[in-house]
């Protein structure tokens, strides 16, 4: 990647900040007229909600129920993708294995028209905040934060890429009732791997044995991944398996900080069924 300095890390789409070296304006705006497919397999999260996990989950549920094994490398985003890896895309075979960061109101048209079927993974505000804040710090194409306070601000007002934390859970928020997209959340696979492992197969139509589900929650454990992540992720690896647990705010947010957050997802997020969710 060439050079380039902090503050040109980020630039502004439609008013949301993006990575200018991984998603520039030209990837958005051809991406707005990619076409979707009725059995497109399509991943969605904020980023740092536990989207790689899921990738390692779903790929071992899609070579399990169908026999065929897809690549196990870093998982390219569609916003990352570009005129070339779209057109390429384009005449790859079904079922296609997609993934994204963006907000449900930026994902192509098509894969709505489509009824697409969407697996959202969501996280507890608080942990999200903390493992973006030391992604930013580990990963070039993005701004290192100056300090927590000052990341903690900017996270609060979604003055970070792909934009705010909130409005993704309420754009989301709106389509909790339609029955081809699923929410599920990091603190239920840390819970219960097997049930989440259950739940995704059948929304996607797959039948899986016992002895299957167990095998993929068994390879998909934190020390599982962790282990086999310089081959999936070469030197990335280490930065996003870091540590995966549910609880590692508490060694970052102050007090005054817990509290501010805990209000600003009342404000925003009480009585919602995404909120109730997430409800940490
Ligand atoms: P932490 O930074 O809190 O450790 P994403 O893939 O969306 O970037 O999310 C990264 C977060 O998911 C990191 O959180 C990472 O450690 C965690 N993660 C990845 N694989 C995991 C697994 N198998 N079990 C638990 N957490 C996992």
Redesign the pocket.
Known sequence: AKEISDEEKLYRYNGVLYSTLLSPEEHLKCLEKMQAREDDIMLV?Y???????MVGVMRKIIAAATGVKSESKIPPLMEFYGPENLKVESVSPSPRFLGTHLHPNNIPASFYEKKTKILVVFRNPK?TM??FY??SNSNPALPSAKSWDTFYSQFMSGEVAWGSYFDHALGWEKKMDDPNVMVVTYEEM?QDLSESIRKVSSFYGFSLTDAQVQQIADA???KA?KESSASSHGNMGNV??????VG?WKNHFTPEQSREMDEVFNKRLAGTKIGAKLNY
């Open positions: 999260a980023p740092k909600c536990g989207f790689n996990w942990d903390v493992s030391h992604f840390k998909s454990t934190f991944m996003f398996f870091r540590k995966g647990e590692d």
